[in-house]
């Protein structure tokens, strides 16, 4: 993000709408829009503000350093400052004596209204909490007061109570605009750094805050808040959004081709075409290797633009160099900058390929990025088996850049080109790249070409959508889910353990959610963010808990709570890529969720044992087009007359009994392990696959998919020996080995 003293939290403005503000290219940006005559000079009434506001600054900040004794928490002198300030801005603050009426009958202890904005709530606090000195004042109760909420909490909640759909926090330090969001579950605001705004000089992030929170961008009248510009911006950013999400699935679409014509075609790269010849690697295995490194490229975009690669609260001078190292040698944004360098794009050398190699081997679990300070991912998407075969290979710096560019820039309306925040990326964003891959088949072309340059790499269209019933889940879908079928359990098991926060943070962990048809996990990304965020606010006390927590939270909801199935394996591959974005934590790896993202069809299935002792059912046999009648009819009097003949007494243990204990009962021990290290998730890894592989549970595995592929075998006299069948099905439970 370009701006230092900005922080977006919930993508209540895009970024790209705060440029277009700051630039002067959005809507309402002419001096008349401010309420000025036609001949006023808008810079100069903004250079006023900013001299202005610099002075009263200065006086407030001496003035702090030595707070008296009858303003412990400095909130008069903050609110001095603070009306001077909006003042500067526009607005007619009026001071409260009584508390504010909300919708639901409960009063708010807001400290202004704006007398010119329809009496807009302005809530000004102190900017010291001695009972919590390392905490912003706007996310803790006062340790003084007799307020229920943090002043942040207040102030929101009074929006979603009221007709008011826009609102201010600050302690003088830290100004929040915050905007009605209906039911709370994650922080939403746009946040200026007021101290470093100011002591640092940065007049460009000035000029925008006065651009975007001027009174005139405010409906002077709450009827009217629909056609005010901020409800206008907020809507450009959504819109915004929707166009990323295009361009996004496009981009990884032409990124994937580059890459897989570029590894075909590099001279060097004659292992890789060996393979393809000779059939020891499918056009599908291939492909699978490029989406991973797709998939890698992502996920480091994000954690970098979230400074996230680095414990954010580490900071300390030794991890701003090694922060500093990493970012100009090692980073994918030192790639995304040279991909906007024209000249860089003729280059046909390799040596950035192989600097990315080098930067991969960072987050391996061989521990190579300790030196730099950083803790390895490792896990499936950072293992030596991701991309076995492409990290033995070479490709340009032209493709390579080519690759970093579509996925870094999109050309907008006016053909300008935008730089993609993944900073502010939504992950179910990524839900859009889901639904343009789920019908793209790889073809290889040409493979036996003499000449590597007139082999291809494309895509044809396919239908997998329309037959495993995949598309991509609205967003409003989601939000009514979660409202009436997730909230209400997450509650009643908090009003269960009432006054005991280590038993509510268990009942919360406790809580099972399993998407049937999970896609990119739209709807898990969603039921994760919510129980973590009651998790956090149960642990921390607070109404608004620190974001390091609620990351922290969000990792343990995604370990202990989240379950998902898909039958389209790329959809689970997209699924665990959002949930290991949105749950990373700096200095922690991958989690292991092998165990909870599964790629099967949930509707199709043994769900009971038992019905394997009364063998297949007659009907499994009736013809189906593409069928052999006579064959079917043949197979299943051969059903019935077993039946009839069977021998009653053979004794199958079909109990969920393993070499170790019971199914449950082993996966269940899978929850004990922790996973803050690279160990934990290995030794979870191991004991799940020795699980699968255990006879106990493999054989009966086994048996269910016999008992099942019946209903789904192709009936012909060819496959006729093959096909599964009572007596196969009894044979094998009987004596699994011999079968």
Not at 250 to 274: C, D, M, P, W, Y
Not at 471 to 480: D, F, G, I, K
Request: proline content about 3%; some cysteine; aromatic content about 10%.
């Amino acid at each position: 993000m370009k701006y230092s003293t900005i922080n977006i939290q919930g993508n209540l403005l895009s970024e790209e709408i705060l440029q277009k503000v700051e630039t002067g290219e959005a809507q309402g940006q002419r001096a008349t829009d401010f309420g000025f005559d036609p001949d006023t000079n808008l810079r100069s009434e903004i250079e006023y503000a900013w001299s202005r506001i610099k002075l009263d600054w200065k006086h407030f900040y001496a003035k702090s350093q030595n707070l008296p004794a009858s303003d412990p928490y400095g909130t008069t002198l903050t609110r001095r400052w603070m009306v001077q300030f909006f003042s500067s801005l526009g607005f007619e603050l009026t001071g409260q004596t009584s508390n504010l009426q909300g919708g639901n009958n409960q009063g708010y202890s807001i400290s202004h209204t704006a007398a010119n904005l329809d009496h807009m709530p302005v809530h000004i606090v102190g900017f010291n909490e001695p009972g919590h000195p390392e905490k912003n004042t706007l996310d803790v109760r006062t340790s003084g007061g007799t307020s229920r909420l943090s002043p942040h909490a207040t102030v929101q909640e009074y929006l979603n109570v009221t007709d008011h759909p826009f609102g201010i926090a600050t302690n003088g330090f830290y100004l929040r605009l915050l905007r009605d969001s209906g039911r709370l579950i994650k922080l939403t605001y746009v946040e200026f750094d007021l101290k470093r705004l100011l002591d640092e000089d940065k007049y460009s992030e000035f000029t925008l805050l006065y651009r975007l929170l001027h009174a005139s961008r405010f409906a002077s009248r709450k009827a009217e808040a629909s056609q005010c510009l901020l409800e206008k911006y907020y809507q450009d950013s959504i819109e915004s959004g929707n166009r990323i999400r295009e361009k996004l699935s496009l981009a990884v679409r032409e990124s994937l081709l580059a890459l897989g014509k570029g590894f075909l075609q590099h001279e060097h790269n004659t292992a890789l075409r060996q393979k393809i010849q000779s059939g020891e690697l499918s056009a599908k295995n291939y492909y699978h290797q490029l989406l991973r490194l797709v998939y890698r490229l992502l996920f480091l975009m994000v954690i970098e633009e979230r400074d996230l690669v680095y414990d954010p609260e580490d900071t300390s001078e030794a991890t701003r160099r090694l922060k500093k190292i990493y970012l100009q040698y090692y980073s994918i944004t030192r790639l995304r900058k040279l991909s906007t360098i024209r000249f860089v794009h003729e280059q046909q050398f390799n040596d950035l390929w192989q600097g990315l190699l080098q930067t991969f081997q960072l987050f391996k679990e061989k521990g190579k990025g300790l030196k730099l300070g950083i803790s390895p991912l490792d896990g499936e998407l950072f293992s030596d088996q991701a991309l076995s075969d492409l990290e033995q290979c070479l490709i340009s710096n032209k493709l390579l850049l080519e690759c970093i560019r579509n996925m870094n820039e999109f050309e907008d309306e006016k053909r300008n080109r935008v730089t993609i925040s993944y900073r502010a990326l939504d992950v179910e964003e990524l839900g859009s790249v889901y639904e343009g891959l789920l019908d793209l088949h790889p073809v290889i072309e040409n493979i036996e070409a003499a000449n590597a340059e007139m082999i291809g790499f494309t895509f044809y269209q396919g239908t997998d959508r329309k037959i495993t019933g995949s598309y991509y889940t609205r967003p409003e879908l989601v939000s009514e889910l979660i409202k009436s079928a997730l909230i209400p359990v997450i509650e009643e098991r908090l009003r269960a353990q009432a006054g005991n926060r280590e038993a509510q943070a268990q009942a919360l962990l406790q809580l099972k959610v399993c998407d049937a048809a999970a896609g990119s996990g739209h709807m898990l990304l969603a039921a994760a963010r919510t129980i973590a965020w009651y998790l956090a606010r149960v642990k921390s006390g607070e109404e608004n808990p620190a974001p390091s927590l609620y990351r922290s939270c969000l990792r343990d909801v995604i370990q202990h709570c989240i379950y998902g199935v898909d039958l389209n394996p790329y959809a689970v591959e997209l699924c665990k890529l959002a949930l290991w974005i949105e749950g990373h934590n700096s200095g922690k790896p991958l989690s292991f969720l092998n165990h909870r993202i599964c790629n099967g069809n949930s509707l199709l299935g043994v769900t009971d044992l038992s019905v394997l002792k009364k063998g297949i059912p007659d009907n499994a046999y009736e013809s189906v087009d593409g069928d052999d009648k006579k064959v079917c009819k043949q197979l299943k009097n051969a059903n019935k007359q077993f039946h009839n003949t069977k021998q009653l007494s053979l004794d199958f243990d079909l109990t969920e009994t393993t070499s170790t204990g019971t199914i449950t009962n082993s996966y269940k021990e899978l929850e004990t392990i922790g996973q803050d290290d690279v160990e934990g998730v290995r030794r979870i890894k191991d004991k799940f696959e020795k699980l699968r592989k255990d006879p106990g549970w493999y054989n009966k595995w086994q048996a269910c998919n016999l008992w099942t592929a019946a209903f789904f075998w192709h009936y012909t006299e060819e496959n006729r020996m093959a096909a599964p069948t009572s007596d196969r099905l009894y044979r094998f439970l009987d004596h699994p080995a011999a079968a």
